[in-house]
């Protein structure tokens, strides 16, 4: 597993817009590195975690910055998000790399 820490500060400036900007970058991101590593061996079983907080009411909520974890996928491993309704305050999403044609149109 390898977490990448996404840092928003520079978002901040269009709070309007922070949420949606902080999901567009971390998916982007995990896109492109998924696309990177596609050609590698073993790239069938890549799946990446993108968790974004959410929680607009905590006091650090725009210091929070973003995760992307890669993983590669074992058996049922990672198993801990198969119930992402669990996860108040993060967005989560999982994708791996036939997900990727859903992300032609980002950035």
């Known amino acids: 597993m390898n977490d990448v820490y996404v840092p928003l500060s520079d ?10 900007s902080a999901a567009a970058r971390c998916l982007s991101f995990a896109a492109r590195m998924l696309r990177d590593a596609a050609t590698l061996p073993g790239a069938e079983s890549l799946l990446t975690i993108v968790s974004v907080f959410v929680d607009e009411e905590d006091e650090e909520f725009f210091l929070q910055g973003a995760n992307v974890r890669f993983f590669s996928r ?6 801990w998000f198969e119930d992402l309704g669990r ?4 967005a989560i999403a999982v ?3 036939a997900d990727l044609a859903e992300f032609g149109s980002l950035p």
């Open 11 to 20: 978002l901040v400036q269009n709070e309007a817009k922070y949420l949606n």
């Open 74 to 79: 074992r058996g049922d491993y990672p198993n």
């Open 87 to 90: 996860y108040q305050k993060e």
């Open 95 to 97: 994708v791996d790399i």
